[in-house]
């Protein structure tokens, strides 16, 4: 096992088109099996209500498939990755531990978002490695981008029937053959009942956020930012009929994105339109510059000349989050400070909130009551749950993960690298668990097998030349690994 990922993967020949149509489909019978049923399926395991649990039940015929290697292969970073895992476990010492302000519960109350959290971490640990050292024959990197792609098309569904039909819930499988108490319980709700939206009050009033395939919208909107650039290198390429196929799915997007009223999702959107447009015009391709700005001024007249226009308005001139994100910010810090290193194991509760020093809600403050430290963004629930210690790990392996990959010009590198750079925003707002971190670390897994490819073909190149069997090429040129068309 190597440290710093520089083993050379087995690749594909010289010469090899990796962008041609591939004639064996995915098959449960085939290697990568577990990520299709992962992306693909995903509408499916919601509807069962398996959607939060598949993640943990496919990691099992991963880490059977990496079992049966001869040696696995490791990104660069994943010793930082390793760290952070075990800092996970260490800083469980703490959960008996109620620092001032915050609400007193026994050690058993807390292990089961313990268990959830760190089943997390592991499965998104193994979808990376087994992604990693998936071959080029066994899964082309073509088809996990177009299955992320895919993904992105399913959550597009959702939020657009969350529009369509903002009450729509039901009773699943999986919720039917839970005890009645435990069914009920808020979390387990958000894990196995699915819903088509979030109805909060937001603006003042009673609003339907769009949120399916997930539990949350805050949830939805991360994915949604994640997977748009696997969307675009996937599905916004190639023949016209796709191309228009892929814009319209793009504009349907708008209408979920604004009415989800995720000003998160909104900022973040807008981070990866910059980013885009440094990336293209970096490289002199001002025909992509231009579709991208043309495409932009498009999305902002479809919002300026609808309804939407007033939802924006009224979204950002109401802030109620504001007071509640301020609140536990703050009170996560004091928490935090009192066990500065390894944290306190897992989240807390707050005494009162934003709107009251109550302990409990009550009935002029349904507001109140103690607001989970820790919920308002990843970065926060490491922190608290794992302290500065694990916070520099965690954010570390992203950073360096993004300064390893930093020259891949490719379009993977474009949506491989606008996923983690995302990421290291949407911590600060949104959590991660589960699928989000798995979309992350998959985008890590094909940026990895990318350069991997590049340098398996400079290496090849350089072996012809010096045997004299291969025609010379302009200086300073090298043989890319093939575009995802």
Same mark, same amino acid.
């Given at each position: ?135 080029? !024959? ?10 992320? #792609? ?70 939805? #909107? ?6 748009? +650039? ?7 390429? #190639? ?24 000003? /998160?999702?909104?900022? +973040? ?20 510059? #231009? ?53 306190? /194991? ?15 809600? !009550? ?10 430290? /820790? ?11 794992? +302290?500065? +210690? ?96």
């Amino acid at each position: 096992m190597s440290p710093t990922g520089t083993v050379t993967m087995a690749g594909p020949p010289l010469g090899t088109d990796l962008s041609a149509p591939r004639r064996a489909a995915s098959s449960f019978a085939r290697p990568g099996w577990p990520l299709t049923a992962l992306l693909v399926f995903f509408p499916l395991w919601w509807v069962l209500g398996l959607s939060a649990l598949m993640p943990f039940l496919l990691a099992v015929p991963m880490v059977t498939h990496l079992l049966r290697r001869q040696s696995v292969l490791v990104p660069p970073g994943f010793g930082l990755w390793v760290l952070f895992l075990l800092w996970v476990v260490a800083s469980t010492v703490m959960l008996g531990y109620d620092p001032p302000g915050t609400l007193p519960a026994p050690v058993t109350g807390r292990l089961v978002s313990v268990a959830f959290n760190l089943a997390g971490y592991l499965s998104a640990t193994v979808v990376l490695l087994y992604a990693v050292n998936l071959t080029e !024959e066994e899964f082309p990197r073509r088809r996990l981008v177009r299955q992320l #792609g895919a993904f992105f098309v399913t959550v597009v569904a959702g939020g657009l029937l969350g529009l369509l039909a903002p009450r729509f819930e039901f009773t699943s499988p999986v919720e039917m053959l839970l005890p009645e108490r435990v069914a009920r319980d808020v979390f387990v709700q958000s894990l196995v009942h699915p819903a088509a939206s979030q109805v909060q009050d937001v603006l003042g009033f009673t609003t339907p956020r769009p949120s399916a395939p997930f539990g949350f919208t805050n949830m939805w #909107g991360y994915a949604i930012a994640l997977l748009v +650039g696997w969307f675009v290198v996937g599905y916004l390429r #190639g023949s016209v009929a796709r191309k228009l196929a892929g814009t319209a799915i793009l504009a349907a997007s708008a209408f979920p994105i604004v009415y989800s009223l995720n000003r /998160g999702l909104w900022l +973040g959107l807008a981070i990866a339109a910059v980013i885009a447009v440094v990336r293209m015009a970096a490289r002199g391709n001002v025909a992509a510059v #231009g579709g991208l700005v043309v495409g932009v001024l498009a999305a902002g007249a479809l919002v300026l000349g609808t309804p939407l226009t007033g939802l924006v308005q009224e979204r950002l001139d109401n802030g109620h989050s504001n007071d509640i994100r301020t609140f536990t910010t703050a009170r996560t810090i004091d928490a935090v400070s009192h066990s500065p290193v390894i944290g306190l /194991g897992s989240t807390r509760a707050a005494m009162g909130s934003a709107n009251s020093i109550a302990v409990g809600q !009550e009935s002029d403050c349904p507001r109140c009551g103690n607001p989970t430290l /820790g919920s308002n963004g990843q970065l926060w629930a490491i922190l608290i749950a794992h +302290g500065v +210690g694990g916070a520099l790990l965690f954010v570390g392996f992203f950073l360096k993960s993004l300064w390893v990959y930093r020259r891949d010009r490719t379009p993977i590198g474009d949506a491989g690298l606008l996923a983690i750079v995302l990421s290291l925003y949407f911590m600060f707002v949104y959590n991660a668990l589960p699928m989000p971190l798995i979309i992350v670390f998959l985008s890590i897994a094909l940026l990895w097998r990318n350069k991997q490819a590049q340098e398996e073909a400079d290496s090849r190149l350089e072996g012809s030349s010096a045997d004299g069997s291969a025609r010379s090429l302009p200086p300073g040129a090298r043989l890319r690994p093939g575009p995802v068309r």
